[in-house]
């Protein structure tokens, strides 16, 4: 059960929480279940707007290292499964293109391998460790391994995970108060000072650097994999040595992995298979009031310690005040909690609520009044709340996504130090970071990237999107720059906004009082001279005289003429518009090589036109 109905959610809204849900996960903090994430948020955004951003788009990840290296080929998201016929439809789709290829279903065998649940990264021929960051582009995490990281096999370069063994975690450190192997492995990772107890894991060989080649696994058909799909998942989870999220079956057929191909987040050859965990009883203790980025105050309900999928759980989220009061959430009161998808503490129900729940009335990062808006509680003191502060910097250079080193810890010891605004921020030289607290090869480090930043070339949308104004998130940015450059932005007014397609008179409205609230910081930033690509106008697109302008373009596969980025920015500078999914308004496919079958599939029952990028090339070049 999820106390978040996503279908009684603004898009920009749902998008939000998507976002805070992934960021939250991959910070060791998560607040919805991979089941729950998938197949009720992400499949609401799916239905309501398929060709959304967001769903192209890796999932957001901490700040790691000091540099970027590009992974030999993307490492990507799994699709998931969590029943035996999930697992069909997987097997059915191969079984398809299969087919269309002459491959008779005998010469396709699986492997089965544990998923295992630590921080992925890809080792690379070179030498050096990338986390997986975008999905093309990781940050370098090679010195993890003077810090005594082990790497099992450094003759096995591809993709693996930094873990920590069960029972080194079960024997040393679970009695310590540590809550899951996982974070601690994040732990060691980005810190420059390894604390003294994950120093003698390290001493004792117990963190390493796994590559999924080196792990023991089950092979077969598929006719064993329906008919043993429960079996053969305990089977390789038990030899495992490692924390699991599952098991992670693909294909050994390397011809029809290559015709399969992949989407923007997952390669269509392999899937994880999931279980459900099981709900235990446990009672609150109290509630923490914590203040979001927004203004929003969610409760967070301490419990009475249980263990749930091997680890101590001992709070669970209620996601909105309105819950604890109409659930009865409060000291006393009784709720069976599961931990789904091996990672994230959830209500599934209340077995024993409480008459008149205790309702925060103060802002516990402030102590300002709190107000009641629909169901949320709010902080309005938007620019005195640490915690507001703190959360909306955070979230800069988290959609920015161009400036490592401004994390939640940094950007919490930079306020409490008084650099509070972005203003202070790019002002700020290394002594200035150095009297905060900052070391002085971590000072150079952010002085540095804040440069960087600058020169860098960043889309106007994202910049635009990461001030956090309220319904302008980045999709949103992009559709309102279209029809006016962010320079014109102060001129603006509600009708302008309404008039555009897909904005209403509410989200007007808000995104009139964010521009007129934080323009004075948008026109500084502006002014510092950030290298912003602009989004095309569209009354400049009309103007243009092109076989493609004004025309709804897809690209899809590998592209041999140049990179499907660049292909993309040529099709937007010739007045085309570029899609993520294929719909039926959807004017033209472009197919490189390696095409899977689901796009050209839709495209034809669609009727939407189908182009080989050498007949796209000459569609330009004949014009």
């Known amino acids: 059960m999820t106390d978040q109905d996503p279908k009684l959610m603004k898009t920009t809204e749902l998008v939000s929480f998507l ?74 789709r191969i079984n398809k293109e299969a087919q269309k290829k002459n491959i008779n279903e005998d010469e396709i065998n699986v492997i089965a391998t544990p998923k295992l649940d630590g921080l992925a990264a890809y080792f690379r021929e070179d030498g050096l460790l990338a986390t997986r960051g975008d999905g093309n582009h990781g940050n370098d995490i090679t010195s993890c391994f003077e810090k005594g990281v082990v790497n099992l096999d450094i003759e096995a370069p591809g993709v693996g995970e930094v873990v920590m063994t069960n029972e080194y975690f079960e024997k040393n450190l679970k009695k310590l108060g540590y809550a899951h192997p996982r974070n601690i492995c994040v732990g060691v990772v980005n810190s420059d000072d390894v604390n003294e107890d994950f120093k003698l894991a390290l001493n004792d060989g117990a963190i390493r650097f ?9 092979e077969g058909s598929f006719q064993e994999l329906i008919e043993n799909h429960e079996t053969i998942q305990e089977q390789v989870l038990k030899a495992c040595e490692y924390p699991t999220d599952g098991v992670v079956v693909e294909i050994t057929h390397n011809d029809l992995k290559e015709s399969l191909g992949h989407t923007t987040h997952h390669y269509r050859w392999q899937i994880a298979l999931k279980q459900r965990s099981i709900a235990k009883e446990t009672t609150i203790k109290n509630i923490i009031w914590q203040t979001k980025r927004t203004g929003r105050v969610t409760p967070v309900l301490e419990v009475e310690t249980i263990e749930l999928s091997g680890a101590k759980v001992s709070r669970v989220t209620a996601h909105h005040a309105g819950n604890v009061k109409s659930l009865g959430l409060g000291k006393g009161a009784i709720i069976s909690v599961e931990r789904s998808g091996e990672v994230i503490p959830k209500i599934v129900d209340v077995v024993k609520s409480i ?137 603006i007014t509600m009708n302008d906004i309404e008039d555009i397609d897909g904005f209403a008179e509410v989200s007007a409205r808000d995104i009139i009082k964010g521009l007129v609230d934080k323009w004075s910081t948008i026109n500084h930033m502006l002014n510092l001279g950030f290298n912003l690509s602009k989004t095309q106008l569209l009354s400049e697109t009309e103007e243009i005289e092109s076989p493609i302008a004004g025309l709804k373009l897809v690209f899809t596969g590998k592209m041999t003429s140049g990179s499907r980025d660049d292909m993309k920015k040529n099709a937007l500078n010739l007045g085309a518009e570029i899609q993520s999914a294929v719909s039926g308004k959807t004017d033209i496919l472009i197919c490189g090589e390696n095409v899977g079958s689901t796009k050209l599939t839709k495209a034809e029952k669609l009727g939407v036109k189908v182009l080989s990028e050498e007949d796209y090339h000459s569609l330009l070049n004949d014009a």
Not at 53 to 80: C, V, Y
Request: proline share 6%.
């Open 19 to 92: 976002k805070e849900a992934s960021l939250a996960y991959r910070n060791g903090s998560p607040i919805i279940d991979d089941h729950t994430y998938d197949h009720v948020f992400l499949s609401e955004l799916e239905a309501r707007d398929p060709n959304h951003p967001f769903l192209t788009e890796m999932e957001a990840e901490p700040d790691f290292g000091s540099g970027k290296l590009k992974h030999p080929r993307p490492m990507l998201s799994i699709e998931k499964s969590y029943s035996v016929e999930e697992t069909k439809k997987w097997v059915n």
């Open 210 to 218: 796994v590559p999924y080649s080196k792990l023991n696994r089950w």
């Open 355 to 491: 008459p008149n729940p205790e309702i925060a009335t103060i802002c516990d990062s402030c102590g300002e009044s709190l107000v009641w808006q629909r169901d949320f509680l709010m902080c309005v003191n938007h620019t005195g709340c640490p915690a507001q502060v703190e959360n909306a910097l955070e979230h800069f250079f988290k959609i920015h996504g161009q400036v490592d080193g401004f994390g939640s810890k940094s950007i919490a010891k930079l306020v409490e130090g008084g650099i509070d605004t972005l203003q202070k921020i790019y002002a700020s030289n290394e002594e200035d970071f150095i009297s905060v607290g900052f070391g002085p090869g971590q000072s150079k480090n952010l002085r540095s990237e804040l440069d960087r930043s600058l020169v860098v070339e960043t889309e106007d949308w994202r910049f635009l999107g990461a001030f956090g104004i309220p319904q302008l998130g980045r999709g949103d940015s992009r559709r309102l720059l279209q029809h006016y450059k962010i320079e014109e932005l102060p001129t």
